[in-house]
């Protein structure tokens, strides 16, 4: 056979195929390469000190940049909204089928502040912060489609979805960010100061994000969700700090539905709602591992966590120094299953269940901590109408006022074995275990 050759710039493993096409053929194959990314450069006034392309704003770059681009974006502040119409799946838009925001991501691109214009290279958002500030005129940013977007080192603020909708019972979600239906990678921005009826700062819908080292703080929800707001998303948050974030119901710092999202060494503190303070966990099998939720406030119950129908799995975190005005300073569980192994719940307080108030719930806790709680009934622990399993706990130097100063068990058949009960106080009756129409086997 005559000797030919092939000049093909390619991978190497089309490279063999398209060989041997072309020799079973005897014909010469052209093959054009694939394109290669751009950075596009964004600068207050469109000027980028001679790196191009160059833009003056954010959203101008998105428009042009390809699938696989990065987008770099220079320190300095960046307003403006613009109407795009809804994307496919937004629930209950805006009778204009437009929403307004400062960006807005259909393409899995990369956008990354904290850049200069004489230094492309470095990006350093503490030193030079990039902010997209929305001047409550929308959202700041929205995410959609099936794309797989990076956003990093951005400050989140002035963002409001007034009137944008977006949530299943018609309400309006998302103030600093919305992600629907994508997996957007978002790490190390600062999200604040903004507002919505659900997720002041950030809401997920139906999205397999990753969240890791951002800060969601002084952010409002008039609904649930003062900090983040997640319903039909299995996320991912990992070393984030969400605090000082209020909502009028639930989940002052987040608030999770229908997500079996996974959480891993997150701060929650500081954070303020009606119920769950810290968290609330509706119908979500969620994972909590190694989070520390302290210093937070529910107006009713639930100080740090408030578990509803959710057999969660809660494991190594520290929820301290939370207050309930009723039920549950650290965590209340309603109709919950959830499976807490290894956590210290230490100086929460409460009416009722300073460390842990149980309703309804079958829940299984071991080799946990409860110590230094306060409540007028249930110091530590109070179960009612649970039948909960408790092995190898250590409860502690609890106090109440009334009854049950470590535990208190009102109509709770729960199986008590191997835990240490010690140093509890009450004023009235069971410093350390108060039972009340119980047939606990100890």
């Excluded at 995410?143 to 944008?164: F, N």
Aim: proline share 3%.
């Amino acid at each position: 056979m005559k000797t030919k050759h092939l000049f093909v710039s390619l991978t190497l493993g089309l490279s063999l195929a398209l060989a041997l096409l072309w020799l079973l053929s005897g014909r010469a194959v052209t093959v054009t390469a694939a394109p290669q990314a751009t950075t596009h450069y964004v600068a207050p006034g469109g000027n980028c000190n001679g790196a191009t392309p160059c833009y003056g704003d954010v959203q101008s770059a998105v428009d042009a940049a390809s699938a696989g681009d990065t987008i770099k974006v220079a320190t300095g502040v960046y307003t403006g909204v613009q109407a795009r119409p809804v994307p496919p799946g937004y629930p209950n838009p805006p009778l204009t089928n437009l929403i307004t925001q400062v960006v807005y991501i259909t393409k899995t691109v990369t956008v990354r502040g904290g850049y200069t214009t004489t230094n492309w290279t470095t990006p350093n958002p503490v030193s030079y912060p990039t902010t997209l500030d929305a001047q409550g005129l929308g959202r700041v940013m929205v995410i959609a489609g099936d794309i797989s977007p990076t956003v990093e080192g951005l400050r989140i603020t002035g963002g409001d979805a007034a009137g944008l909708g977006g949530t299943p019972g018609g309400w309006n979600g998302g103030g600093g960010m919305y992600v629907i239906s994508a997996m957007a990678t978002i790490t190390n921005n600062r999200v604040f100061s903004n507002t919505a009826d659900e997720g002041g700062g950030l809401y997920l819908r139906s999205s397999l994000s990753a969240l890791s080292g951002n800060t969601v703080y002084s952010n409002t929800a008039d609904r649930s969700g003062g900090g983040l707001h997640l319903r039909y998303s299995d996320a991912t948050l990992s070393g984030n700090t969400v605090s000082a974030n209020t909502a009028t119901w639930d989940g002052g710092g987040l608030v999770l539905w229908y997500s079996a999202a996974t959480l891993s060494g997150n701060t929650v503190s500081s954070n303020t709602a009606e119920d769950g303070g810290g968290l609330f966990l509706g119908v979500s099998a969620a994972t909590l591992s190694g989070n520390t939720v302290s210093s937070n406030t529910a107006t009713e119950d639930g100080g740090g966590l408030y578990l509803h129908s959710s057999a969660a799995t809660l494991s190594g975190n520290t929820v301290s120094s939370n207050t309930a005005t009723e039920d549950g300073g650290g965590l209340y569980l309603w109709d919950s299953d959830a499976t807490l192994s290894g956590n210290t719940v230490s100086s929460n307080t409460a009416d009722w269940g300073g460390g842990l108030y149980l309703w309804w719930s079958d829940a299984t806790l071991s080799g946990n901590t409860v110590s230094s709680n306060t409540a007028d009934y249930g110091g530590g622990l109070y179960l009612w109408d649970s039948d909960a399993t408790l092995s190898g706990n250590t409860v502690s130097s609890n106090t109440a006022t009334w009854d049950g100063g470590g535990l208190y068990l009102g109509d709770s058949d729960a199986t008590l074995s191997g835990n240490t009960v010690s140093s509890n106080t009450a004023d009235e009756d069971g410093g350390g275990l108060y039972l009340r129409k119980s047939d606990a086997t100890l």
